[in-house]
């Protein structure tokens, strides 16, 4: 693999995220170990998948948190796929945002989890910009590799 | 053929059957969850491990690949928690019918729904993230189910199975027209008796001759379980009962061993799942009298077998009094309505024909139409859809005020989350709440759907219209008497926005309702055929079905203006150029005129098709036609070769969507949420 700036930049980058916990280590480099010839835009586009997806159920986890009654079902749904989504590409602060706010809406606590819902709703913006660079430079760096 | 378009690598001309000399490699796995992100790495994984992957985001769609080619899986592997259907629901379906290992998976790893999986068969439990290790092995599942399903067939006694074809194969020989067909058939008898010797032998082979338990005779099956009584049943007897060629004790006994496992499930499923339903039963429970045997089928037995909490069954038997309640409310039991019909499609029919002779001539409200069409059905559905009636059924019912729902016809289009309450339903103060009921029923529509073998629903849940149409069956059928089963509830609870909200339709309507099997078609030329020559003057009609088809995709939203405006007019105002009466209760959005239907209908999507179908008989119902594809009031007639249509249409829909890919639920916005960026 060639070691180009940019390269040396995706690996800084990508060892910032573990470094801040917004990326699980383990699950990443687990993940690439699935990447090959056959389909080298798995990550990039595992990523591009998330983002679009977790952006969509926080939407949808707010505007059932605000609708009146609540809607449970909704909410259920939707925290239960980010869990699962986050879990599976590794992105550890959403995840435990998730729980979080999970635990807290079984609790009964709808205006903790309107907290909670807003935490999580940072650290996602927070996540999906850094990541957004990310896969953008992923893209960048794939012609040069082959 | 399925037009899988949307899956990769998959199936692998199922038809084969078998496995490959390099077992596991090639092992057909069929893996659905709702979640893309998840959905890509399983596949990749799977992929990884050289098995045939084909991906699916609805347990509808599922149900559909996997009765479609019914030899085309070797295993499953799903979420527990899908939009349209419970996991757990799915899992019990798939072994019921199909009797195929499944893998549960989930994002909780608490002990109690690992537990949950393993009490309901699933052959392994799984915990996100799931790890290639954890997949290489599922074959395994396969070897040992295949194992253990060859030794019961052994067990049971080789020597009378032998027998028994023996003597079929001669008595088959004997009524042969020409001798060669005569020989052709005994030496392909033979053949086949000598291959299944020569596969008892062999353990190492997967191939095994596997009893398919279609819904035709898993009804039966249901049927003599119940004539016998559940506690009485014995596989001897309801082998005999059943009187089906081919069909030995061994098969009977191990599918008697997973239905009750299934029934005792929905009777702690049901008790658990009171909530709405059985308060709405409650009230009737006290109104509703002896029960009433529909259709040979006794409702006692059948409550006490599967344990159907009380009150539905009160329900289920007012129901079948039909008329004499003087506010039907169709609180669960249109939700199981829908279920039962769906999955007893001959059944209902049978039953519906009864119940229609009641019910002829009478302006009956639809809820009691409901009942009484639900009843055979009912019953046999309950079991399997009360489960899923759950939550469901909390939702339905707390949207039970439209009463339009009761349309239930309409109940198609409630995937959509349309529940069309709209100003008709001002007329229709009978039908209370229930409506909203069955529509919201997709899961279980989903399930019953499959049961009927209509399976296709490509459209993820969209596709409910069957099950739901059981339920709305129920409600104008009555009246109509041709209410097929299929009458879709619609009205989709908000709260369950899954199960209508099938993105997809709002997508695919333009496509599919022209292109397949031009099923979208014809119904609509029957529509307004039906309506001309219908001159009941269906309470449903005003009944109003009325769906507001808020919940509906954005997309429909023009075909919401249209219904709107149609709807204002009352519900008679069908577009449909039917001058009759036909009050097509512009329900929800009466999109499609009869007469000016095709084009409607090429807009509104999957569901017409279905809808169509059933409009016939529903047409005069509930002319509302939902706008989005979902189904309108799918009061399928009956006599129509309700299951082909279905299967037809489902195919139709199925190849117009992606396979396995239902749109994303329409949930707060979601739109389209197709899974099309996959990459390939």
């Known amino acids: ?146 | 053929m399925l037009n899988l378009g949307y899956c990769k690598g998959s199936m692998s001309t199922a038809s084969s059957g078998g496995v490959s000399d390099q077992f596991p490699v090639g092992l057909r796995v069929l893996v659905v969850d709702d979640d893309p992100t998840c959905l890509v790495i399983l596949e990749k994984m799977l992929r990884i491990c050289l098995y045939e992957v084909t991906k699916c985001n609805r347990a509808e769609i599922a149900l559909s690949l996997l009765r479609e080619n019914r030899n085309g899986y070797d295993i499953v592997i799903s979420d527990v928690h899908m939009p349209d259907m419970d996991g757990f629901k799915l899992l019990e379906l798939i072994g019921l019918e199909m009797d195929l290992p499944v893998i549960m998976m989930s994002a909780d790893d608490g002990k109690n729904v690992v537990m949950k999986g393993v009490t309901h068969g699933a052959c392994d439990y799984l915990i996100k993230p799931i790890r290639i290790e954890a997949l290489k092995n599922i074959w395994q599942h396969v070897v040992r189910k295949k194992k253990n399903e060859r030794k019961d067939m052994e067990q049971s006694g080789s020597v009378e199975e032998g027998g028994d074809r023996q003597q079929k194969q001669s008595e088959d020989a004997d009524y042969s027209s020409s001798a060669n067909e005569g020989s052709w058939k005994n030496s392909k008898r033979r053949k086949d008796e000598e291959e299944e010797v020569d596969e008892r032998d062999d353990t190492s082979t997967l191939k095994k001759p596997r009893v398919v338990w279609s819904v035709e005779l898993h009804q039966q099956f249901v049927a003599a379980v119940n004539q016998l009584g559940i506690d009485k049943a014995v596989p001897k007897k309801i082998l005999e009962l059943m009187n089906v060629p081919g069909l030995t004790r061994e098969n009977v006994a191990s599918h008697l061993q997973k239905y009750r496992l299934y029934l005792r499930r929905l009777s702690g499923v049901s008790q658990h799942q009171s909530g709405m339903g059985n308060s709405f039963i409650s009230t009737q429970e006290a109104t509703y009298g002896s029960l009433s045997s529909l259709n040979g089928l006794d409702l006692q037995t059948l409550a006490a077998a599967s344990q159907i909490p009380a009150q539905s069954l009160a329900t289920l038997q007012a129901a079948g009094l039909g008329r004499s309640t003087a506010k039907p409310r169709m609180p669960m039991p249109i939700v199981d309505q829908r279920n039962l019909f769906s999955f007893e499609n001959p059944k209902l029919r049978f039953g519906e024909g009864q119940q229609q002779h009641l019910n002829n001539g009478k302006q009956i409200n639809l809820l009691h139409g409901i009942p009484t069409t639900m009843e055979p059905k009912q019953l046999a559905n309950m079991h399997h859809s009360a489960q899923s009636l759950g939550s469901m059924n909390m939702q339905l019912n707390a949207h039970g005020d439209q009463s339009g729902s009761l349309l239930m016809q309409m109940s198609q289009q409630q995937s959509r989350g349309q529940i069309l309450n709209e100003a008709t339903s001002s007329q229709v103060p009978r039908l209370p709440s229930s409506i909203g009921q069955p529509i919201v029923n997709n899961a279980l529509a989903s399930g019953v759907l499959a049961r009927n073998g209509l399976a296709e629903s490509g459209r993820g849940t969209g596709f409910n219209p069957v099950s739901q149409s059981s339920s709305t069956m129920n409600f104008p059928l009555n009246t109509t008497a041709e209410l097929t089963a299929t009458s879709f509830a619609l009205g989709s609870a908000p709260g369950v926005p899954s199960l209508t909200s099938k993105g997809m339709f709002p997508e695919e309507i333009s496509s599919e309702i022209k292109g397949p099997g031009g099923f979208i078609m014809p119904s609509y030329d029957i529509f307004s055929d039906l309506q001309h020559h219908r001159s009941h003057d269906w309470e449903l009609q005003n009944a109003g079905m009325t769906f507001n088809g808020s919940q509906q995709s954005n997309s429909l939203q023009s075909n919401v203006d249209v219904a709107s405006s149609v709807l204002a007019h009352q519900g008679f105002s069908s577009s449909q150029s039917n001058g009759q009466g036909r009050n097509i209760s512009a329900v929800g959005k009466p999109m499609f005129s009869a007469g000016d239907a095709t084009d409607h209908v090429n807009a509104q999507s999957l569901g017409q098709p279905l809808n169509n179908f059933f409009a016939e008989n529903l047409v005069r119902v509930k002319t509302e036609r939902v706008p989005d594809a979902s189904l309108q009031t799918t009061l399928f007639n009956e006599q129509f070769g309700q299951e082909d249509l279905m299967s037809a249409l489902l195919k139709q829909q199925q190849q117009q969507q992606q396979a396995g890919i239902g749109p994303a639920e329409n949930e707060f916005d979601f739109d389209g949420y197709s899974l099309d960026n996959i990459p390939v």
């Open chain 1, 1 to 146: 693999m060639a070691n180009t700036p940019l390269h040396q930049q995706l690996s800084i980058m990508k060892q910032s995220f573990f470094d801040e916990g917004l990326l699980d280590h383990e699950q990443v480099s687990y993940l690439e170990t699935l990447e090959n010839e056959d389909d080298p835009d798995f990550i990039e586009n595992l990523f591009t998948m998330f983002l679009r997806d977790s952006s969509r159920y926080i939407d949808s986890i707010e505007k059932a948190l605000e609708a009146t009654p609540v809607d449970y079902s909704v909410m259920e749904r939707m925290m239960y796929r980010l869990k699962g989504s986050s879990a599976s590409i590794g992105a550890s602060k959403i995840n435990g945002e998730t729980n979080t706010l999970r635990k807290v809406f079984h609790d009964g606590d709808i205006e903790s989890a309107k907290a909670s819902l807003q935490k999580l709703k940072e650290e996602h913006a927070n996540f999906k910009e850094k990541l957004v660079i990310y896969v953008g430079m992923l893209k960048e760096a794939k012609p040069s590799e082959y």
